[in-house]
Structure formats: structure tokens, C-alpha cells
């Protein structure tokens, strides 16, 4: 058949019969069903019940209004360094809430694990608070906050 085609569409053929070429074409159609197989994955919410869900976990922002009667606290206390396999991390240091009268209501370690350095979201309902927190600059400080439905209150300790 090759002998009755024309030399440019013959040159072809022997093109596309090359060993690269084949392995070309094959990793071509491997990255093609490769994206459209991981843009297919279901995307997992953090904390979901499912525990057969495949995909990737993304970090979930609270609906600031989805529950009118509580809002969100972020402390920006001071940090202490701690140090991992030669690097450096700086974790915010933990902080007292106490409520408007005075009373304890809770510790919080404000972030996850030593290398975390990002402060913890705390739910708290709406009203006056007294945070009791480390700052790099004045040591011990005692600040009043107020708890607005629906919003976050960032607290920078050092600014």
C-alpha cells in the first residue's frame, strides 16, 4: 500500500511506526486520562463522617453568618520558636477567655501542633469577653473584646 502513496505520506507512516514515537503518543494519552481523572475527584470537606471519601481535604472558613447568635475570636499572641529537623516554626503562645462577669471559661492552646503557626478560630457566642494572652512587647495583657453575631473579632496583641 505504502508504494502507491505519495513520498510526503509515505515519509509519514514511518513517522508515526517510530518506537519514541509510539511512547510520545502512549505518556501523551496517559497525562490526558490522568487530568481528567484527578479533575473528576470529589472534593472532601475536613471532618467529614465519609470515611471512604477520596479526594483532596481542603481547609473549610466557617459561614461567618450561618449562625447569627455566635461569632469567632482569633488571638495574634505572642509566638515561642520551635525548632523541627533544623527549621525554625513559630506557634502562637495559648491565651485565657474569661466572660464579661469575670468567671474562667476556657484555655485555648492557639494552634494545633508546635510547627502550626497559624492562631486558632475560636466560636464563641456573642458578647463581652476578657482575653488574658502573652504579648511579645508588654508580657501578661488583659484585653476586653466584644463578640459580634456572625463575625470574627481579630485580636493583635503585638500592632
Do not use: C, W
Amino acid at each position: 500500500m505504502e508504494a502507491n502513496l505519495p513520498r510526503k505520506t509515505t515519509k509519514y507512516i514511518n513517522y508515526m511506526k517510530s518506537p519514541l514515537n509510539n511512547l510520545l503518543l502512549k505518556t501523551a494519552l496517559l497525562l490526558v486520562s490522568l487530568t481528567l481523572s484527578v479533575g473528576s475527584l470529589r472534593i472532601a470537606q475536613a471532618g467529614s463522617k465519609d470515611r471512604l471519601s477520596v479526594g483532596l481535604v481542603l481547609p473549610v472558613m466557617p459561614d461567618f453568618h450561618a449562625d447569627a447568635t455566635y461569632g469567632y475570636l482569633l488571638v495574634y499572641s505572642a509566638t515561642d520558636e520551635f525548632i523541627d529537623g533544623g527549621i525554625p516554626y513559630n506557634p502562637h503562645s495559648p491565651y485565657v477567655v474569661y466572660t464579661g462577669d469575670g468567671k474562667f471559661l476556657r484555655n485555648v492552646e492557639n494552634h494545633i501542633s508546635p510547627s502550626d503557626e497559624i492562631p486558632e478560630l475560636v466560636k464563641l457566642a456573642s458578647g463581652p469577653y476578657t482575653v488574658e494572652a502573652r504579648s511579645a512587647s508588654d508580657s501578661y495583657v488583659r484585653v476586653r473584646v466584644v463578640i459580634k453575631p456572625g463575625r470574627p473579632t481579630i485580636l493583635n496583641l503585638d500592632r
